[in-house]
T-cell receptor, first 117, second 118 residues
Framework: EAGVVQSPRYKIIEKKQPVAFWCNPI?????LYWYRQNLGQGPELLIR????????DSQLPKDRFSAERLKGVDSTLKIQPAELGDSAVYLC???????????????FGPGTRLTVT | AQTVTQSQPEMSVQEAETVTLSCTYD???????LFWYKQPPSRQMILVIR??????QNATENRFSVNFQKAAKSFSLKISDSQLGDAAMYFC???????????????FGKGTRLHILP
């Protein structure tokens, strides 16, 4: 079974340019997460989807970041315009969360390493 | 606000020996989840072990076990019989209870880089 797929793996852009990241979760997983991981830090949650609904986007910088998961499957995270401080690894993860109140295990993708010059 | 602190940026252990990674957290919630994740160099992050706060028994997964001290808000990871493949960044993480919570908190520590010495 394929794991969480992310593309591209690496991206170098100049500041003020737009950039988009794509994530395809594990089949059947209803919850999808986008994280940002700065160098030497732990992941920071940007947004969480349950199916197509963004249930937690409190840490997403909404002035320049946007995300969508239109059909409740794959997702796209966009930055426009990019700033130097956006250089980081962007991780996608997915899980299956039922109604029992127990969180499912998160499976992480390999990440997209963004460099803004 | 919830916080997770890993006070050891780096640690080293001899192969086949035992090592303990420390993690402390702060929360006002009584029910929550704690996790240890492993992130090998240039590889994907994977779950090592999880602990539900309402469970008094410490979780174990083969060579990995935790020492969960709820009152002290401490959650350390013990790796027994260390192997070269255990070399990685280890992250401690906190999560609010599941269910219908729409704005649960997922907080990661800064990580501990573990080196295995042959």
């Amino acid at each position: 079974e394929a794991g969480v797929v992310q593309s591209p793996r690496y991206k170098i852009i100049e500041k003020k340019q737009p950039v988009a990241f794509w994530c395809n979760p594990i089949s059947g997983h209803n919850t999808l997460y986008w994280y940002r991981q700065n160098l030497g830090q732990g992941p920071e949650l940007l947004i969480r989807y349950e199916n197509e609904e963004a249930v937690d986007d409190s840490q997403l910088p909404k002035d320049r970041f946007s995300a969508e998961r239109l059909k409740g499957v794959d997702s796209t995270l966009k930055i426009q315009p990019a700033e130097l401080g956006d250089s980081a690894v962007y991780l996608c993860a997915s899980s299956f969360d039922g109604t029992s109140g127990v969180w499912g295990e998160q499976y992480f993708g390999p990440g997209t390493r963004l460099t803004v010059t | 606000a919830q916080t997770v602190t890993q006070s050891q940026p780096e640690m080293s252990v001899q192969e086949a020996e035992t090592v303990t990674l420390s993690c402390t957290y702060d929360t006002s919630e009584s029910d929550y989840y704690l996790f240890w994740y492993k992130q090998p160099p240039s590889r994907q992050m994977i779950l090592v072990i999880r602990q539900e706060a309402y469970k008094q028994q410490n979780a174990t997964e083969n060579r990995f076990s935790v020492n969960f001290q709820k009152a002290a808000k401490s959650f350390s990871l013990k790796i027994s019989d260390s192997q070269l493949g255990d070399a990685a960044m280890y992250f401690c993480a906190y999560r609010s209870p599941g269910g219908l919570v729409k704005n649960d908190k997922i907080i990661f520590g800064k990580g501990t880089r573990l080196h295995i010495l042959p």
